[in-house]
Structure formats: structure tokens, C-alpha cells
């Protein structure tokens, strides 16, 4: 446990003024055989997505598992019913049926809505891992614009052709308007 | 179609849904800074105090109630139901607008709608709060509420599934959760505008949290996309589904006057008229406040006033179908209830209601109506008292005059009644207040995406 703090380089990041830019440099980036890669936007950017490489079912995982919970909240909502109404609590009323399936549909369709709703956004927050405080592309002082209206590029050290100097060269001849280095705490 | 031809006629574009020259750092600047920087003016602080006292009202009036129960409400036998049901009914059919606005307009790519979304949407959260409180206290014993969810309770019972009563309590729970987490993904990318954008430590932390560490990731966008777009799907059926089912609490008992089919469609009708009355009732008073003008247009408020006049012919036909259906059965009951509603005790509460929900709002069918804010907002406050009366009329007129004369009686609410309904619109309205100074009332991140397409071609959409 040393007080100094080490640091390590976590990649190189390009800003750009415009998202028409940052798709056209993110392309090249991916053309020039990068890989991992991601670009930071302030809304979302028609054909991003796809041009860092993330496409595929993976980039629809969210949908299914919405699927799943839709399913699973509609069959529980149904059998909640069923066992209630017609193993654990019958009641008789003038000899109807106990299984009056029509008479659960209501509460089988809300749940469905319910299960398939939360099921969407807990896996939508855990996919992209989040909560999650830190990052390192916070440590760039000029990200904070992300949020507003600068986009940015970064090109990731774990990459097999990452190179401090190469890569920060070859994102400023993007025409990237900022390069920065992006350091992570260790 | 139409409208095109229009614009030809008179030779101008349409006003764009945004006024001209924002950039994506002028509209997030201008929506963060209402929260961030602007002090507390004496305007919000005088409002926000009067809500206050008016949720003081609530509290006075729903802790007697605790405890004497709910005897000092006017209900009685027949009319079992009161103010209560009225009161729910009402404020459940004023959130609809919001997650119409927010779902069904989405999927329709309808733009006009991102910059009245986000409040429309809190409107719809504090609508339900208010709402769910009425079944809540009307029970009673409050504090045995959880009675109506299944559990496996030592006594060995359980809900009634059959019962439109038990599906309320999984409608409205359910449409309460969505609309929150629906919400809440909304403000996601916003929280971390706000968060970057902070300028004290307080807000760092608070924003810092809520914000969750979303950082705008191309990969980040995707996921939330793909959830949002599914979110809106699953909110348009299960809006249509609330008060659908809020509408069987009545057509499925064979009292006259609930008994028809038409309950269902006409209800979610009238809860779209009474919400986007709600919508325009706090948008008017709130672009002006903020000087939001450049964001929600003219062209939004007539946008918003369109759907009312839509909406409240459908309600009209409901209820002339309820008048035609009654005379076309020839039901003795039903005609019976018709003539009360037209000549009873209550006639003078049914004929402002024709007056307030059917003759008022053709006034919209005028494009100089449509175009005068001080006209809207006195016809959306008419509009939404006319949705309450029409409640009113619902319960009390149908319970007062059932089969059997010696079942008949009166209903007065008291002043407990009215302390409750009133503390309600304190509390709601004190929550617009600590929203609009609390979060940005205007989605930024779906700002930022209008100005990126009103900056690429306004190409084919009206």
C-alpha cells in the first residue's frame, strides 16, 4: 500500500466537433484495424453503435431478456390465479368454474406489462455496468462535454495495435480538434 | 395532406418545434440552468409556500380521518363510493396524458413531443400519487391496504381475482412502477448533464448518484435505446389497460348507468382530454415562468389543444351513445336514469358538465381560439373541471337512483370531503413546484436530437 499514486494509460481519446465527424473518424478508426474502441456522444447517433463494433444479437441482448420477463411475469400472473382460485382458496359460487381463465386476464396482462418493463431497464443499467461511479474517461478533464456537445473517440490501450504516439497521431489525422491521453488510477 | 395544401394557400413553413438558432450547448444550457443556477425567485417561493399549506389541509383532513373514519366523509348508504371514487378516477384519468405523450407519441415519431415529455410524465407520476391515495384511505383501516395484494398470509386467505376491484390494485401499481421507471431512464442521460455540469459539490454528489455513472457510450446508447423504445410499447397497452380497468370498477356491476361497453373506450378518451387539459393548465404558466418559449412553441399549444377537441368529440359520442343506448333498449332503469340525470336533483351538475366537456371546446375547432394562450388555459381549467363533474355524475347520479325507490338517497360531501380533494391539487401542485426547480423539466438529451435534425433537413414531417 504505497501513498503514491500510479497510474496507467487506459487510451487515447479524439474529441470532434460534430457527430457526422466522429461516425466518419470512427469508421477509419475500425478500418485501420482497431478494435476496441468507443465513442461518447451526447444523444444518440444513428449508425454509432455499429461502426464501434457493437452489433449483432449482442447489441439486441436487452430485447430478449425483455422477452424473457414479459413471459415470465405472464405466466406467474396466470398461475398465481390459478393456484389461488382453483387449488389452494376455491370458492364455490353457484357452481361455476374455478378456473374462470377469462376473469384473470386483466391481472395476467399487467403483470406481463410489469415483469417485461423491469426486466428491460435492470438489464439495460446492467449491461452497460451500471452504477458505476468511475471511469476512466472521466479523468479527461474536456469529457465533461460529452454531455453537452462535444463527441469523442477512444481508442482503448487493451488493443493489440495501440501505441501512446501512434495512435494519438493517427486520431489527430482524423482532423480531431483535441487529443487527450487517458489516464486510469490503479 | 391538408395541411400542406394549407401551407401552400398562405405560403410560409409550418413554425418549426423549435424556435431557430439553438445549438446543442444553447438548449442544454437553458434547461440545466433552471435548475443549476437560477435563484430562488419570490414568485416560486410564494407558490411553493401556498401548496405547502394547502398539503398542511391534507394532512389535518386525512389524520382526522384516521381518527374518526371515514364517517366524517359525506358517503352513506347508497353512495358508497363519494367524493373518493370521484376524486381517484379523476386525477388516475389526468396522468394519461403523460404517458401519451411520452409512449404512444413516441412510437408515433411524433417530434412535437420531446419538449413537453418529461413533464408530462412527472404530471403523470404525481396524478397516480394522489390517485392511489383515495382507494387507500377510502378502505377504512388503511393500515390493513396490504389485504389486497396475494401473500401468504397466516389467516389463509386470499384476493378475489374475479373482482375488477383487485384489478385496479395491479393496474394502477403496475401503471405507477412503469411511469417511474420509464421516467427515471428518460432522465438518465440528463442526470449526467446535470452532474458534468454542476456547480457546487451538492449537486456533484446528488446528480453524481443519480446519474449512476452514465457516461454516453456508443454502446451505452444502444442498450438504452432498444429499452426505451421497448418501454414505450409496453406503456401504450398498458395506458389503454388502466383506465380500461378503472372502467370495469363500474361496468361490471349492474348498476344503471355502468352497465354499457362503451365504459371502456370512453373512459380512456376521457382520461387523454382530461390530461392533455392538465398538460396545457401547467405548460402555460410554466413556459413563462422559464421563458421556455423557444421550446414549447405556440405550435405545441395548438398541437396539444388539436388532440383535446379529438378527444372530447370521442367523449361526446360516449355520451350520446350512453343517451341512445338507454332510449334503443328500452331498459325502464336505464331510461329512468337518463330522465334523473336530465330532471333529478343532480340535473344542474349534468348540464355543466355538457356545457364544460362538449360545448367549450368547439370553441378549438377556431385556429384564433387555438392560437390564444389565455384561451386555452381558461378552457383547459374548464375542461378539467368538466371531467370531474362527470365523474361526480357517474357515481352519485347512478347510486342515488338505483332499481328500488326505497334505496334511493341523497349525497352532499362535507367539508372533510373537500379539504381532502383540495389538499390533493396542493399536493400535486407542490410537487410541480420541487420538480421544476429539482430536475430539468425539458428532456436536454432529446432536445439535443432536434436540433441535430432540424439542423439536417426538416424533410416530411409536419
Request: some cysteine.
Amino acid at each position: 500500500m504505497s501513498s503514491e499514486r500510479r497510474s496507467r494509460v487506459f487510451g487515447v481519446m479524439g474529441e470532434f466537433s460534430t457527430p457526422e465527424d466522429l461516425l466518419a473518424a470512427t469508421k477509419k478508426t475500425r478500418e485501420a484495424g482497431y478494435n476496441h474502441i468507443e465513442a461518447y456522444t451526447p444523444f444518440p447517433i444513428e449508425g454509432l453503435s455499429e461502426a464501434v463494433g457493437f452489433r449483432g444479437f449482442r447489441s439486441n441482448l436487452v430485447a430478449f431478456i425483455t422477452l424473457v420477463g414479459g413471459i415470465g411475469g405472464g405466466l406467474t400472473g396466470f398461475g398465481l390465479q390459478y393456484w389461488v382460485a382453483a387449488i389452494t382458496y376455491p370458492i364455490n359460487i353457484g357452481g361455476r368454474p374455478l378456473n374462470s381463465w377469462p376473469a384473470f386476464i386483466p391481472v395476467t396482462f399487467e403483470l406481463t406489462v410489469l415483469g417485461a418493463s423491469i426486466f428491460a431497464v435492470v438489464s439495460m443499467l446492467a449491461l452497460n455496468k451500471l452504477p458505476q461511479p468511475y471511469h476512466p474517461v472521466f479523468n479527461v478533464d474536456r469529457f465533461s462535454q460529452a454531455s453537452t456537445d462535444k463527441f469523442f473517440l477512444c481508442i482503448e490501450a487493451r488493443d493489440p495495435k495501440f501505441d501512446l504516439t501512434v495512435t494519438a497521431k493517427f486520431l489527430q489525422s482524423l482532423h480531431a480538434t483535441h487529443v487527450n491521453e487517458v489516464k486510469d488510477e490503479e | 395532406m391538408s395541411v400542406t395544401q394549407e401551407n401552400l394557400r398562405v405560403g410560409h413553413e409550418p413554425e418549426p418545434w423549435l424556435a431557430p438558432g439553438h445549438t446543442y450547448a444553447s438548449v442544454t444550457d437553458k434547461i440545466a440552468s433552471a435548475v443549476l443556477t437560477r435563484p430562488l425567485g419570490i414568485g416560486w417561493l410564494a407558490g411553493f409556500g401556498l401548496c405547502f399549506s394547502i398539503v398542511m389541509v391534507l394532512n389535518l383532513a386525512v389524520g382526522w380521518l384516521f381518527i374518526k373514519g371515514v364517517g366524517i366523509w359525506g358517503i352513506n348508504i347508497p353512495v358508497g363510493w363519494g367524493f373518493a371514487i370521484v376524486n381517484f378516477v379523476w386525477w388516475i384519468g389526468i396522468g394519461h396524458a403523460g404517458t401519451l405523450i411520452s409512449a404512444i407519441l413516441f412510437l408515433l415519431n411524433q417530434q412535437w413531443r420531446t419538449s413537453i415529455n418529461r413533464f408530462a410524465e412527472a404530471m403523470t407520476l404525481f396524478a397516480v400519487a394522489c390517485a392511489g391515495l383515495f382507494p387507500l384511505i377510502h378502505t377504512g383501516r388503511p393500515w390493513m391496504a396490504y389485504y389486497m395484494f396475494p401473500y401468504p398470509s397466516t389467516m389463509g386467505i386470499w384476493p378475489q381475482f374475479r373482482s375488477p376491484l383487485i384489478w385496479d390494485v395491479f393496474a394502477v401499481s403496475t401503471y405507477g412502477t412503469v411511469s417511474l421507471i420509464f421516467w427515471f431512464v428518460g432522465l438518465l442521460p440528463d442526470l449526467a448533464t446535470l452532474r458534468d455540469r454542476a456547480k457546487n459539490k451538492w449537486q456533484q454528489v446528488i446528480f453524481g448518484m443519480l446519474s449512476m455513472g452514465w457516461r454516453g457510450s456508443a454502446r451505452h446508447w444502444k442498450r438504452y435505446q432498444v429499452a426505451y423504445l421497448l418501454l414505450a410499447g409496453l406503456a401504450t397497452p398498458l395506458v389503454l389497460s388502466v383506465h380500461t380497468v378503472v372502467s370495469f370498477d363500474f361496468a361490471v356491476g349492474i348498476v344503471p348507468g355502468w352497465h354499457t361497453t362503451i365504459f371502456p373506450p370512453y373512459f380512456v378518451a376521457g382520461a387523454i382530454y382530461s390530461g392533455f387539459a392538465m398538460v396545457l393548465t401547467l405548460a402555460i404558466p410554466m413556459r413563462a415562468a422559464y421563458g421556455m418559449q423557444d421550446f414549447i412553441t405556440r405550435r405545441h399549444l395548438e398541437q396539444m389543444a388539436k388532440v383535446m377537441l379529438a378527444t372530447g368529440l370521442i367523449v361526446a359520442y360516449g355520451y350520446f351513445i350512453e343517451f341512445f343506448m338507454a332510449f334503443y333498449s328500452g331498459n325502464k332503469f336505464d331510461l329512468f336514469m337518463t330522465w334523473q340525470r336530465l330532471h333529478g336533483p343532480y340535473a344542474p351538475f349534468y348540464y355543466a358538465l355538457i356545457l364544460c366537456n362538449i360545448l367549450t371546446p368547439q370553441l378549438l375547432w377556431i385556429k384564433k381560439v387555438r392560437q390564444n394562450i389565455a384561451a386555452l388555459f381558461v378552457i383547459s381549467l374548464v375542461i378539467n373541471s368538466g371531467m370531474w363533474l362527470e365523474r361526480f355524475v357517474i357515481v352519485v347520479i347512478s347510486l342515488t337512483r338505483d332499481f328500488m325507490p326505497s334505496a334511493w338517497g341523497r349525497y352532499s360531501a362535507t367539508v372533510w370531503d373537500y379539504a381532502t380533494f383540495v389538499g390533493t391539487l396542493g399536493l400535486f401542485t407542490m410537487l410541480m413546484f420541487l420538480f421544476v426547480r429539482g430536475l430539468p423539466a425539458i428532456a436536454i438529451s432529446e432536445m439535443r436530437e432536434l436540433v441535430h435534425q432540424e439542423s439536417h433537413g426538416s424533410e416530411g414531417h409536419q
